[in-house]
């Protein structure tokens, strides 16, 4: 009978356990009381029968350790890759500090624009993003890394999706073909990190794959929001190599299970290929198709430490506390086409504008924005033309947004067209049919009105996105 040790600071998923017991397992506990009692009574430990469990588990990436993250034959569940909090060197390791024979010290990672963070010890809080696809190393890279990084712990969103698996209903999760496509688990993935760097501190290392631009956006640029620097890593190993270690797993003793997991981690493989233009373009990259764990996690410590794997150049915009007014303002070309922009920080395409600042006229905001956005300057103050009520919706505050009328660009204008790194990544006008597959729903209802009015020559009075009075 194989042993599994269940070593952890939280308690971990009773499905989980009762898993890890039906397939044989003898799960001792440390350091928890109250995992080593219910392991206890557990059938095949004990005697205490528990509810049977609504998923099946499957073993970790390269098969060490057991997850409590996705779920496997179900819909949308990829065979998770889960387990507990890891914890780095603690240590302090800084300049004037010989470290132990053999560690690697890291003693401080390059900051937003060139600037130091400091000493990991002294308090920065830091994300080392592990990126790639399914079978690419990721989980053992990370746990190899947290031996080279004081002060580090691994923190794995498999774990919330897991928890939602028990949280919302069946037929919510039936309307998704993967946790990542649930608004709510890339918002627990933003705020689990944030309140795990403010229990712990130091550097969290996330090994997740996330192959859709719009939700590196979302989740990258809201953890900006709260301060936190992340340095994004992708994995990427040759794909003839991945499919000989994808073809090469065998974690679970079930032939069945082992053959699911090889289907999903095979059929993940052209939706990866589709992104590496975007995944390359932001991620400091590492090819470990000859590397080891240990040596792949040393070549990504090695890139932190030289400044090569830079944070993300994210916009740090804070999260609102309150509802806002934000103004908006629309730009043509000859051919009448809108101007949009494609925010680093969250999903979606946007026009140029922004949130107005106490004391500060809308129109002049709307201005603002758009020279700060894209470097014009416009001679006149915008036209406006609707006022729209945005519904509450958490953990957003809504409010009111502007849309303003800022005129023609010519060819000139045009070539003076300038982006910010961190906050805009392009720019492109559109038709009213095409700017419908780039805006969120919300945002394109907004913009159709917005034409309407310009071509009426009348200012819309909306309550979310519905024209009143």
């Given at each position: 009978m194989a042993g599994v040790r269940v070593v952890s600071h939280v308690l971990p998923g009773l499905a989980l356990i009762r898993e890890l017991v039906a397939r044989g397992h003898r799960v001792t506990s440390t350091g928890v009381p109250s995992v080593a009692g219910l392991i206890e009574k557990m059938p095949g430990a004990g005697g205490l029968a528990l509810p049977a469990s609504p998923l099946p588990f499957a073993a970790e990436e390269e098969g060490h350790g057991l997850s409590s993250g996705r779920h496997t034959g179900v819909r949308g569940g990829r065979p998770g890759a889960?387990?507990?909090?890891?914890?780095?060197?603690?240590?302090?390791?800084?300049?004037?500090?010989?470290?132990?024979?053999?560690?690697?010290?890291?003693?401080?990672v390059a900051g937003c624009c060139g600037q130091s963070t400091g000493a990991v010890d002294k308090g920065g809080h830091v994300i080392v993003w592990i990126n790639g696809t399914f079978g690419a190393g990721k989980s053992t890279t990370a746990r190899e890394l947290v031996g080279l990084i004081p002060h580090s712990t691994v923190f794995d969103p498999e774990h919330v999706g897991g928890a939602l698996s028990t949280l919302l209903p069946p037929?919510?999760?039936?309307?998704?073909?993967?946790?990542?496509?649930?608004?709510?688990?890339?918002?627990?993935v933003v705020d689990t990190a944030a309140a795990l760097l403010a229990e712990v501190g130091g550097v969290l290392v996330v090994p997740m794959t996330?192959?859709?631009?719009?939700?590196?956006?979302?989740?990258?640029?809201?953890?900006?929001?709260?301060?936190?620097?992340?340095?994004?890593?992708?994995?990427?190993?040759?794909?003839?190599?991945?499919?000989?270690?994808?073809?090469?797993?065998?974690?679970?003793?079930?032939?069945?299970?082992?053959?699911?997991?090889?289907?999903?981690?095979?059929?993940h493989i052209a939706p990866y290929r589709e992104a590496l233009d975007w995944l390359t373009a932001d991620a400091y990259t590492v090819d470990n198709s000859s590397l080891t764990p240990a040596e792949a996690a040393r070549a990504v410590a090695d890139a932190v430490l030289a400044g090569r794997a830079t944070p993300c150049g994210i916009v740090q915009t804070p999260e609102p506390t309150r509802e806002t007014l934000a103004a908006g303002v629309l730009l043509f070309d000859a051919q009448d086409r809108v101007l949009l922009v494609d925010p680093t920080y969250k999903p979606g395409?946007?026009?140029?504008?922004?949130?107005?600042?106490?004391?500060?006229?809308?129109?002049?905001?709307?201005?603002?924005?758009?020279?700060?956005?894209?470097?014009?300057?416009?001679?006149?103050?915008?036209?406006?033309?609707?006022?729209?009520?945005?519904?509450?919706?958490?953990?957003?505050?809504?409010?009111?947004?502007?849309?303003?009328?800022?005129?023609?660009?010519?060819?000139?204008?045009?070539?003076?067209?300038?982006?910010?790194?961190?906050?805009?990544?392009?720019?492109?006008?559109?038709?009213?049919?095409?700017?419908?597959?780039?805006?969120?729903?919300?945002?394109?209802?907004?913009?159709?009105?917005?034409?309407?009015?310009?071509?009426?020559?009348?200012?819309?009075?909306?309550?979310?996105?519905?024209?009143?009075?």
């Open positions: 889960a387990h507990a909090p890891v914890r780095g060197a603690p240590a302090p390791v800084g300049p004037s500090t010989e470290a132990a024979p053999g560690a690697r010290p890291v003693v401080s037929r919510r999760l039936a309307e998704v073909d993967d946790f990542q496509d649930l608004p709510i688990w890339r918002r627990l996330l192959l859709r631009q719009e939700y590196r956006d979302e989740i990258f640029g809201g953890l900006a929001a709260r301060r936190i620097d992340v340095r994004h890593v992708l994995l990427a190993p040759e794909e003839t190599i991945l499919r000989k270690r994808i073809d090469g797993r065998s974690e679970h003793g079930d032939p069945e299970a082992d053959a699911r997991v090889r289907r999903w981690c095979h059929g395409w946007e026009f140029p504008g922004g949130v107005v600042e106490s004391g500060e006229p809308p129109a002049r905001a709307g201005m603002r924005e758009v020279a700060e956005e894209i470097g014009l300057q416009l001679d006149a103050v915008p036209r406006l033309l609707l006022v729209d009520w945005e519904r509450p919706k958490p953990p957003g505050f809504g409010g009111m947004r502007l849309l303003y009328d800022g005129g023609r660009l010519d060819a000139a204008d045009t070539a003076r067209l300038r982006l910010p790194g961190a906050e805009l990544r392009d720019w492109r006008f559109v038709t009213e049919a095409e700017a419908a597959d780039l805006l969120p729903p919300v945002r394109y209802d907004r913009l159709r009105w917005a034409l309407r009015a310009r071509e009426q020559g009348t200012v819309l009075n909306l309550e979310a996105g519905v024209p009143v009075g």
